[in-house]
């Protein structure tokens, strides 16, 4: 955790404490967001809500600091690593997994439209 924490800091100094975050949105950048004004007062992060591939071109230009993705690769089931790979392999960057999630429908109580799916 300390180390972390001052590799944080590092980063929060050459960034004069605004982070920017581009690419799709997700609730826990708002959260990492409220944890970072917590730890380190004067910091933000400023989020641009682009979509997944807009992040990664971001990221690309060396427009923002972190990328919001969540591509699944329906051959491997995995998340953003073939993309990365097939869309720019030769940017340098750190992939860090910051959630798993289950994406699902609500529906009214018993069903009543007996709903299983999407087509």
Same mark, same amino acid.
């Given at each position: ?5 001052? $590799?944080?800091?590092? =980063?929060?100094?050459?960034?004069? %404490?605004?982070?920017?975050?581009? !690419?799709? /949105?997700? @609730? ?23 979509? $997944?591939?807009?992040? =990664?071109?971001?990221?690309?230009? %060396?427009?923002?600091?972190?990328? !919001?993705? /969540?591509? @699944? ?47």
């Amino acid at each position: 955790m300390k180390k972390s924490r001052s $590799s944080c800091s590092a =980063l929060w100094k050459k960034s004069s %404490g605004r982070f920017f975050c581009t !690419g799709s /949105h997700d @609730l826990s950048i708002d959260i990492l967001g409220d944890e970072l004004k917590r730890n380190f007062p004067g910091s933000r992060i400023a989020a641009s809500n682009v979509g $997944s591939l807009g992040g =990664l071109a971001a990221i690309q230009r %060396g427009e923002t600091h972190m990328a !919001g993705t /969540h591509l @699944l690769d329906p051959a491997t089931g995995q998340y953003n690593i073939s993309y990365i790979q097939r869309t720019i392999p030769d940017t340098p960057l750190v992939l860090v997994r910051l959630v798993r999630r289950m994406q699902g429908l609500l529906v009214q109580p018993g069903n009543p439209k007996k709903i299983t799916g999407l087509r």
